[in-house]
């Protein structure tokens, strides 16, 4: 028969352990399934970027680029990090500082016909403002540019 | 002139500061009273310099002063009064600034209300508030001081972002910043403490109002933040999981737990490794957010600056405030002996239940936060956690606390027995299935199981509440303010799920394109685009649409989206035009122009998205109300007395 200050203390530290876990195995499958990865047009055109599951695009938009559906909000646009150009379709509100030139980070999945298909497409509220990943991204090319 | 007013007044804080921080705390080591008694006057001073530090920041934000490049960088004379004063908190600077500002105002609140206190107790607790302060101001004034003049000034002001030209900008961040760094007390009071071997029952009957008081009003933050975003970024949304929402909202999580540990440690004198570590943990949450927000780690509209040294400066001072206070902790041992826990059911167990639910919520929201910084830090890769990840793995925590809070709040303390626990539980759970089964017929087919799941939890708590405050009434014969104050909250807490539930599960979004003239039909809504004109305000012009909003044959609203081109600086910006109801907001935001009659348009209807605030604004009124007027806890101890005699006699019969 355990004392019962310590058969209490048993309870408690068994609850506790059963709620970290439960917390941890939500936490894992929930990683699992949500997390994104962001690849420049360069590593997409290198083979880099998954084909079947979502995940990040940045660069910036190509100046003449931006196509209209005639009827629907679908749009097309081109982006780029100098040295590479991928193709995105979305369909959908812009945001208000989505224009040519701009640096605009898109979240979705590529199709069969290699078209990058946004389901999401963020440009922050600045008009000086360069997500982080694509000022990243241009500079990785700057960079392997000198090197060649 | 006025400017170097303010900039001295700055440096003289720095000055009283490091005095705050050091007299009274050696003062009470070498028992010298006359030192200890300088904590009052230092703290008060500090307070006073500040805020006429702050004060002159102000002036030169109404006047508009062009030779200080804060201003130049947020303001501008076209900009209309009261922005011009909330530019002040507009951005990093500034907000700083004002972080000090509350700290030293709560500083001051608490040399008002000492009383009580023992002497050496109160002079480390505002010694530690005085190291806190030393470091904030140093921060400003080394990495980001308001006052630096440009000389020759620029002919004028940019602006401030116009996200930020809004009633929300006024009042968001003072209120949160009262919550963030409210609970710079309670961790003082923890270290204080600590180190005078002070934790018990009048320990944690000193430090609950404070905890309460910073917990109300980042509540209040956060909510006002969130209403802030859903009307003003124009994209429906009132939580998005993003990792500055996250920055305030793992304080409050952790808070949350705070305010019912405290209460253990206070009626029980339990619980107090546990309470001071709540206490210390919840200021480090505070600071992180801090370090995410001001660090320019994180992408938002919060993040201004992208200064490393910054970053820098507040991670190390982060390490060594919390580093310092866990090394104070693990050397801390209590007196006596902790007296026995009571059974497995009682009070005191759901009360730690609800201390790890809510400690595992806020441990998720930290990973998810701070995993994809790392992963970035380590060069693994650029990733992100999106709000799926968030959904996840916050609903199966909060489901069982909903539950427990039924349960909990009847709970004797010490000792419970499942058979008479059960009994004060089932006329709530009968209401609740009969209410839940009567909603269910009402709801179609399509209706989503999450949506009777989350009623069901919720009204749940709502009966129960409701219950047990009836039953305490009854037998306590009036309202006592912590019971009441409680019932309140839970109650708000309830209503907000309720809000959250309803929106997620019947909201109803649509992108299109609409020429003028142009009548379609949407969530059981007709909407006509009666056509857009010209506008222009103060320092901005656009266009502004007119929407018809019907419902069979009942006009319903008139709403009048606008688009906004702000002259310097040139940004766009959407104003939703928002129909509010109780039941229901209709929510229209204009896109873009695509031709000469046609614009892209999104249509929200959001169904009891008020409820969502409407919770929150009960929450922090039952803080407020728990605090209660006169000797409230002397009476509360009363009731709970006669309380348990009461049902003891009902039991024996």
Redesign the interface.
């Known amino acids: 028969m355990m004392h019962p200050l310590r058969k209490k203390r048993m309870q408690l530290i068994c609850l506790g352990i059963l709620g970290i876990g439960v917390a941890l195995a939500l936490i894992l499958t929930a990683f699992e399934k949500n997390l994104m990865y962001f690849y420049s047009p360069s590593e997409i055109h290198a083979g880099d970027a998954p084909a079947k599951r979502p995940f990040r695009i940045g660069g910036m938009v190509v100046e003449g680029s931006v196509v209209r559906q005639a009827e629907s909000l679908g749009v097309w646009f081109n982006l780029t990090d100098t040295a590479n150009e991928q193709m995105v379709y979305f369909e959908g509100i812009l945001p208000d500082l989505f224009r040519e030139g701009q640096g605009i980070v898109a979240k979705g999945q590529m199709n069969k016909t290699g078209l990058f298909i946004a389901s999401e497409v963020l440009a922050k509220h600045d008009e000086n403002y360069m997500p982080p990943e694509v000022a990243e991204a241009l500079e990785n090319v700057s960079h392997n540019s000198e090197v060649d | 002139m006025i400017p170097e007013i303010g900039h001295y007044a700055l440096v003289l804080a720095l000055s009283v500061a490091a005095l705050q921080a050091a007299v009274p705390m050696i003062g009470a080591r070498m028992g010298a009273d006359n030192l200890i008694m300088l904590a009052k006057p230092l703290a008060r001073a500090q307070f006073l310099l500040i805020a006429t530090s702050f004060i002159t920041l102000i002036i030169a934000f109404v006047l508009t002063d062009l030779t200080v490049s804060y201003v130049v960088a947020n303001s501008n004379s076209a900009l209309p009064l009261f922005y011009r004063i909330s530019a002040v908190w507009g951005a990093h600077e500034g907000s700083l600034l004002l972080w000090v500002l509350i700290l030293s105002a709560w500083t001051f609140a608490l040399t008002l209300f000492d009383k009580p206190l023992p002497l050496k107790l109160n002079a480390d607790i505002i010694g530690i508030l005085g190291i806190i302060s030393f470091g904030f101001l140093l921060f400003t004034l080394f990495t980001s001081n308001p006052f630096d003049r440009v000389i020759p000034p620029p002919q004028s002001g940019r602006d401030l ?3 930020l030209q809004d009633f929300g900008l006024i009042v968001h961040p003072p209120m949160l910043y009262m919550g963030y760094v409210g609970f710079a007390v309670p961790f003082a009071f923890a270290v204080a403490g600590l180190l005078n071997n002070q934790i018990n029952s009048a320990w944690a009957k000193w430090v609950r109002p404070w905890t309460l008081i910073a917990w109300a009003f980042l509540g209040l933050g956060i909510a006002l933040g969130s209403w802030w975003a859903y009307y003003e970024l ?1 994209w429906g949304g009132w939580w998005f999981w993003d990792p500055v929402e996250n920055a305030s909202f793992m304080p409050w999580l952790l808070g949350t737990a705070l305010i019912h540990s405290v209460v253990v440690t206070q009626k029980k004198a339990i619980f107090k490794h546990w309470t001071v570590l709540l206490a210390i943990v919840t200021f480090g949450l505070s600071l992180v957010g801090t370090f995410l927000v001001r660090s320019g780690v994180l ?3 919060h993040a201004f600056a992208t200064d490393p040294a910054r970053g820098v400066f507040i991670l190390m001072f982060l390490a060594i405030v919390i580093g310092g206070a866990l090394l104070v902790f693990t050397f801390y041992k209590p007196d006596a002996p902790q007296e ?2 009571g ?2 059911l009682s009070r005191e ?1 759901f009360l ?2 609800n201390s ?2 809510l400690s ?1 919520a806020t ?2 929201v930290l ?1 998810g936060t701070l ?1 994809p910084l790392m992963i970035d830090a380590l060069g693994l ?6 709000a ?2 968030f959904n ?2 916050f609903i ?2 909060m489901a069982p606390l909903l539950i427990l809070i039924g349960l909990g709040q009847r709970a004797f303390w010490t000792n419970d027995s499942f058979r008479r626990l059960s009994n004060a539980a089932k006329y709530p759970l009968l209401a609740t299935i009969i209410l839940a089964l009567g909603t269910w017929g009402m709801i179609d087919d399509t209706s989503p199981i999450m949506a009777l799941f989350g009623l069901v939890l919720a009204l749940w708590v709502i009966f129960s509440t409701l219950a047990g405050q009836i039953r305490h009434y009854r037998s306590s014969k009036k309202l006592t303010s912590p019971y009441l104050g409680q019932s309140i909250s839970h109650i708000g807490f309830a209503i907000t799920v309720i809000g959250i539930t309803l929106v997620s599960s019947y909201g109803l979004e649509k ?3 609409m020429s003028e003239g142009e009548t379609t039909t949407f969530g059981g809504y007709e909407f006509r685009f009666a056509g857009a004109s010209a506008i222009s305000g103060p320092n901005y012009n656009g266009t502004e649409a007119i929407f018809l909003v019907h419902s069979e044959n009942k006009f319903e609203a008139r709403l009048a989206p606008q688009k906004r081109n702000y002259h310097s ?6 104003e939703a035009g928002i129909s509010p109801g109780f039941t229901r907001d209709i929510y229209i ?1 204009l ?2 122009k ?1 031709n000469d009659t046609d614009w ?3 249509l929200n209807i959001k169904p009891f998205v008020r409820l969502i605030w409407l919770g929150a604004i009960l929450m922090a009124l039952g803080a407020i109300t728990a605090l209660g007027f006169g000797n409230a806890t002397k009476t509360s101890h009363q009731s709970q007395k006669s309380y348990r005699i009461n049902t003891t006699t009902r039991i024996s019969e």
């Open positions: 972002n116009p996200l124009g992408t938002s509209v026995p826990h059974s497995a167990s730690l239940t790890v639910l595992v441990a998720t990973l995993y890769g650029k990733i992100s956690v999106g799926p990840y996840s793995v199966p925590l992108h299109l394109r600086g040139g940004q766009t910006m959407t935001a896109g873009e695509i892209s348009v999104r």
